[in-house]
């Protein structure tokens, strides 16, 4: 369940952290970035385990008191973090893990939204 008053500013960076074999498990690391105040924190950290996902750690910025949760989660394959992830309610990118640049794929809120007009109903 997303939260109406805080997606705009939530950034998740995701990547990989084990599994060459492209049939095989994937261990995969989301990192969720600036969670303003300690009762989104504790919302998104709920969500977070409801979906299975394993807090492995925890931060706070103390400039602006945002808050960062960085979680762990086994999929069976890529195509399942794939599917997982493009029905992720925040904006989220993944990190190539061989160039530590952000992969063109559109996960998260932005693989949700067409660009462009709407299409005419028929």
Excluded: H
């Amino acid at each position: 369940m997303p939260l109406k008053n805080i997606e705009d500013s939530l950034e998740s960076i995701a990547w990989k952290t084990s599994g060459t074999d492209p049939s095989g498990p994937v261990k995969m690391k989301l990192q969720v970035d600036k969670i303003p105040g300690l009762r989104n924190f504790k919302r998104i950290v709920r969500e977070m385990e409801s979906e299975g996902w394993s807090v492995v750690g925890e931060g706070l910025n103390a400039k602006n008191q945002n808050f960062m949760i960085l979680c762990a989660r086994s999929f069976p394959s890529y195509s399942g973090w794939v599917s997982w992830a493009k029905g992720y309610p925040y904006r989220l990118q993944e990190i190539s893990p061989t160039t530590d640049r952000p992969k063109r794929i559109k996960l998260g809120k932005g693989s949700q939204l067409r660009p462009g007009r709407p299409r005419k109903e028929k």
